[in-house]
């Protein structure tokens, strides 16, 4: 091994080193708190749209409702830290604790942390957004990201790939909450009352954002497929096009309160989770 080699090696180990810092830990357990509680807040705006409640149910709605209470700033900021915290422990788990893994594990690993650091870290700069007043509809945000890629070259078949994408996604939600493997992510509790409830309120959950992922590629695909990007509205719209079917509005219902059980995990995700 090369003296180049073995710099990098202690610089990558010095970098792990610092990312196992209980620092880190305490704020990324933070933003998974964070990332619980705008998950209740979206379920309990969904269920309010069967009543005729007006509300996005999705992120930057949830975000808006948390920026109204009179303590809305500090919110906004420590949800900013929060996310970004959890977002730089993703982007650690997708890089330099991922090294130590098999290469087809490595990737994987990549690839999934990598995805899920990107997100945190967006839902964190929509906290910083509202912290600093800026404010916008995701609807509108994602129509217009959706018209832009459907009049670029190749268009059509990402936005395409991009709906499968998020089905795919979808689909491991269910995946993984009918099989409870979300259970390898927190310390065991089996055998008592709180370790069934705690996996009554995964399954539930985790099938209930499938769902929901499902209908917003769904829109993508449907977008892309009709050549009609205004279709394409995100999570919100997906969930309030349900109001216009015979059963749409006990299926967001059912969603709602999945959301919030899955908000519920969360939490004891945020406690209780091997980090």
């Not at 009049?151 to 993984?176: H, N, W």
């Not at 089996?190 to 009554?200: A, W």
């Not at 015979?246 to 969360?266: D, E, R, V």
Request: charged fraction near 15%; aromatic fraction near 8%; charge should be positive.
């Amino acid at each position: 091994m090369s003296s180049n080699e073995t710099a990098i090696g202690e610089a990558a180990d010095a970098a792990e080193a610092a990312s196992n810092s209980t620092v880190l830990d305490v704020v990324a357990r933070a933003g998974f708190a964070v990332m619980a509680l705008l998950h209740i807040v979206i379920g309990s705006i969904a269920i309010a749209l069967v009543l005729g409640a007006p509300g996005q149910a999705e992120p930057t709605g949830a975000i808006e409702q948390l920026a109204a209470n009179p303590w809305g700033p500090v919110v906004m900021w420590a949800g900013f830290l929060g996310c970004a915290g959890l977002s730089l422990w993703q982007l650690s788990e997708a890089t330099l604790r991922a090294r130590h893994l098999p290469r087809g594990e490595r990737l994987g690993k990549l690839i999934s942390s990598g995805f899920l650091a990107v997100a945190y870290g967006s839902v964190g700069l929509s906290f910083a957004g509202f912290a600093l007043g800026n404010r916008g509809d995701s609807g509108d945000s994602t129509r217009d990201f959706s018209t832009a890629l459907v009049q670029s070259t190749f268009g059509v078949p990402l936005l395409i790939a991009l709906g499968l994408t998020i089905i795919g996604i979808g689909v491991y939600f269910i995946v993984k909450g009918f099989g409870k493997k979300f259970k390898e992510e927190l310390h065991h509790f089996e055998g008592t009352h709180r370790g069934k409830l705690i996996s009554v309120l995964g399954v539930t959950g985790h099938v209930a954002k499938g769902l929901a992922l499902i209908l917003t590629g769904l829109l993508f695909v449907i977008a892309a497929a009709t050549n009609n990007p205004s279709s394409s509205t995100g999570l919100d719209g997906s969930l309030k096009a349900l109001r216009d079917h015979p059963f749409g509005p006990y299926l967001l219902l059912a969603i709602g309160a999945g959301f919030i059980a899955y908000g519920s995990f969360a939490l004891v995700r945020a406690r209780f989770g091997r980090m």
